[in-house]
């Protein structure tokens, strides 16, 4: 599952019931994912997600490649890249509130 938490938002990363699980956090800024948005053609001001959670088959499998990059990959272009690219997958399977 991709869990998603907009900016200003409360949360807690607790399992439910002691349970374990574990997870990868990412934090986006606001103001890059506002950008992507804009490109996107989503508009000049940043769009909230209205999902807070996906099972989206492409979503997850793209997150942990993601992660793999940005750990692996030496070259910040190619770091740079692969965020784009990961946006515009997560903008195109999860549209912001409107």
């Known amino acids: ?3 998603l938490m907009n900016p200003e938002e409360v949360h807690a990363c607790n399992p439910i019931a002691d ?3 574990s997870y990868l956090m990412f934090y986006l800024d606001t103001g890059w994912l506002q950008r ?8 000049a001001e940043f769009r909230p997600f209205d999902m807070t959670a996906s099972r989206d088959p492409l979503l997850y499998p793209g ?3 993601l992660h793999r990059q ?3 990959e030496p070259d910040p272009l190619a770091r740079e890249v692969a965020c784009h690219l990961f946006s515009r997958q997560l903008l195109a ?3 912001p509130a409107s």
């Open 63 to 65: 997150l942990c490649r």
């Open 1 to 3: 599952s991709l869990v």
């Open 36 to 43: 992507q948005q804009e490109e996107a053609g989503l508009g």
């Open 19 to 21: 349970q374990p699980w």
């Open 70 to 72: 940005l750990v692996q």
């Open 93 to 95: 399977r999860l549209t």
